[in-house]
């Protein structure tokens, strides 16, 4: 079992950055693939970015490619996304999400989900 906690959303200006965290707990986090998506009001929720267990391999959504930037510290069991550049259709509710195995952005293969932290971007 792992249980995933985000922080770090918040109102931030247009072109402004903001650094989300997922702290987990349960000692195998090291062993899953760490994925963040986000949903805004009225749509569905999307995936942003993945990181292997290892950060070996990211995946970006187009959207976000070159903006954000996704990593991980095993050590202290805790996830990170850096979101540079920030635009106001960047806001969402940001969740993380974690799955054994490789990442993967369908949001139906992650089984353990975090509460979601709100990140606001006014124009």
């Known amino acids: 079992q792992v249980q995933l906690v985000e922080s770090g959303g918040g109102l931030v200006q247009a072109g402004g950055s903001l650094r989300l965290s997922c702290a987990a707990s349960?000692?195998?986090?090291?062993?899953?693939?760490v994925g963040w998506f986000r949903q805004a009001s009225g749509k569905e929720r999307e995936f942003v970015s993945g990181?292997?267990?290892?950060?070996?391999?990211?995946l970006y959504a187009g959207s976000v490619k070159g903006r954000f930037t996704i990593s991980r510290d095993n050590a202290k069991n805790t996830a990170f996304m850096q979101m540079n550049s920030l635009k106001p259709e960047d806001t969402a509710v940001y969740y993380c999400a974690a799955r054994s195995g490789i990442v993967v952005v369908q949001q139906s293969d992650y089984a353990f989900w975090g509460q979601g932290t709100q990140v606001t971007v006014a124009s």
């Open positions: 349960g000692r195998t986090f090291s062993s899953y693939a």
């Open positions: 990181l292997t267990w290892n950060s070996g391999r990211t």
